[in-house]
């Protein structure tokens, strides 16, 4: 039983050894991932800046859809995990069958809502002419395709919870090769542009879905969906929403920081826009390693934590930290070193590379930030502390970032700098407040033994019976 060895191996194995055998495929996933937006960016500069600048600005609103999915997609592994830590593998496979209907119901809100809401986002983000058509005209195709989409995150979410790392990567690497092999038919041969990337990408998740559907309902493992789990039952719903808010919630505030921080790089021109975005799609490449680790750990600590051992979960996120430290130095001194070759495969303008570079430069010296806050939010959701995780998630944007984005014009002048300075600096600052957070953190299981429940049932009759005794010696007396 592949679920159960998962298990055995999550509990009892090596922690060097299980953390990377089960962050690889998801480092390999996010890199997978992130070649979605290397491709659409790689071939999109072949047509020029504006085409870039526009996927750039559009980029956060896709993201905020991202973020209420992987929400609730955290929230499903949490308790999954937790689950099957604790040999409840019915319940596991009942809350992974109301993950399923709850994000299927809420991909099709979220569509319809997006599609009527984007032009009003676009235009608080100042988006006008060219930039504009070419945005709305991505996003009304990326947001309406959010099922599809919420698909892969429940599916990603469900696996994971089991500690099957491996399987969310074949899909995504099935998916990006037809989108490898798409956008170029789309984009030139068709003559569509941006809009053919994103066709090309929404098609190719409707492939996937087929993939989905067959590896959950069909395919014969313990965790195969009936169609009974999928009733929906508002004691789980209950469960997935208290957990699911907070993590939704801080992911969402993400994207709305990175909303508005994108419309503030706006203002210092288009060239600067399409660095900022080359720029974060490489820095997403090198600090991947890291977040698979942080994706590694949710799992790893959730099914330790069912189990109860709590001494297991702080060994997990302290090597978990020593391993990302090390993948952060390895992708400073990359970028330190061969930073504007990279910018110059995305763009041949002069001051794009230029730009860009700058600002490889001053964010890979903040990677050690980026290594250990994934880390730590991870640990603190696969406990069920979603709402520390949250203000973890808010704080890097809204309380280090943005204010300082504000304030550092009036000392070093209005210059690309200023975007520079306040990202390097919020990622140093929210590491250091995660840790904190951390450290005066207690950990407990949010799944119910049978045995204290029991006890407790006891315990309330014991003194059930007292109260009833003592009653009868006042009447008596």
């Known amino acids: 039983m592949k679920t159960m060895k998962k298990r055995k191996m999550i509990l009892e194995g090596d922690m060097y050894k299980v953390i990377i055998l089960l962050s690889l495929p998801i480092m390999l996933n996010n890199l997978i991932q992130t070649m979605y937006n290397l491709t659409d960016t790689y071939f999109l500069s072949k047509l020029g800046s504006v085409e870039v600048a526009s996927m750039t600005l559009a980029w956060p609103v896709v993201f905020l859809q991202l973020a209420l999915g992987v929400g609730i997609g955290i929230a499903g592994t949490t308790l999954i995990s937790q689950n099957i830590g604790a040999k409840k593998i019915d319940e596991a496979r009942k809350i992974a069958g109301q993950l399923v209907s709850f994000a299927m119901g809420f991909s099709v809100l979220l569509s319809v809502s997006g599609i009527i809401n984007t032009p009003y986002i676009l235009k608080v983000m100042g988006a006008a002419g060219e930039i504009y058509s070419n945005a709305y005209i991505y996003l009304i195709l990326i947001v309406g395709g959010a099922p599809l989409m919420y698909a892969s995150f429940v599916y990603s979410s469900i696996k994971q919870g089991e500690g099957d790392t491996t399987s969310p990567m074949i899909l995504s690497l099935i998916s990006v090769t037809i989108n490898i092999i798409l956008d170029p038919i789309f984009i030139f041969y068709l003559d569509l542009g941006i809009k053919g990337a994103a066709l090309a990408t929404l098609l190719a998740r409707g492939i996937m879905s087929f993939y989905i559907v067959y590896q959950l309902f069909i395919k014969d493992t313990p965790m195969r969906l009936r169609l009974k789990d999928l009733k929906p039952e508002f004691s789980y719903i209950k469960k997935l929403t208290k957990l699911g808010i907070p993590a939704s919630i801080g992911q969402a505030t993400i994207a709305m920081g990175f909303v508005v921080l994108n419309s503030f790089v706006h203002t210092y021109g288009q060239l600067t826009l399409a660095a900022f975005g080359i720029g974060n799609r490489i820095t997403g490449l ?192």
């Open 286 to 477: 090198i600090v991947m390693p890291a977040m698979g680790i942080g994706g590694a750990v949710s799992a790893i600590v959730g099914q330790n934590i069912g189990n109860n051992d709590v001494k297991r979960v702080r060994e997990c996120v302290f090597k978990s930290s020593v391993l990302g430290a090390v993948f952060s130095v390895a992708g400073t001194a990359t970028l330190l070193i061969w930073g504007s070759s990279i910018v110059r495969f995305f763009s041949t303008n002069k001051d794009i590379i230029y730009l860009g570079n700058e600002y490889l430069k001053y964010i890979s010296l903040s990677f050690i930030g980026l290594a250990v806050l994934p880390i730590i939010t991870g640990a603190l959701q696969g406990v069920g502390q979603t709402k520390k995780a949250m203000y973890l998630s808010m704080s890097r944007l809204w309380v280090f970032r943005l204010p300082a984005l504000l304030v550092l014009p009036y000392f070093i002048g209005r210059t690309e700098k200023v975007i520079w300075y306040s990202i390097f600096s919020s990622n140093i600052i929210a590491m250091l407040v995660a840790v904190y957070f951390y450290k005066r953190s207690e950990f407990k299981s949010l799944v119910e033994d049978p045995e204290d429940e029991w006890v407790e049932n006891k315990i309330d009759q014991g003194i059930k019976i007292e109260v009833e005794q003592n009653l009868k010696k006042i009447k008596t007396k």
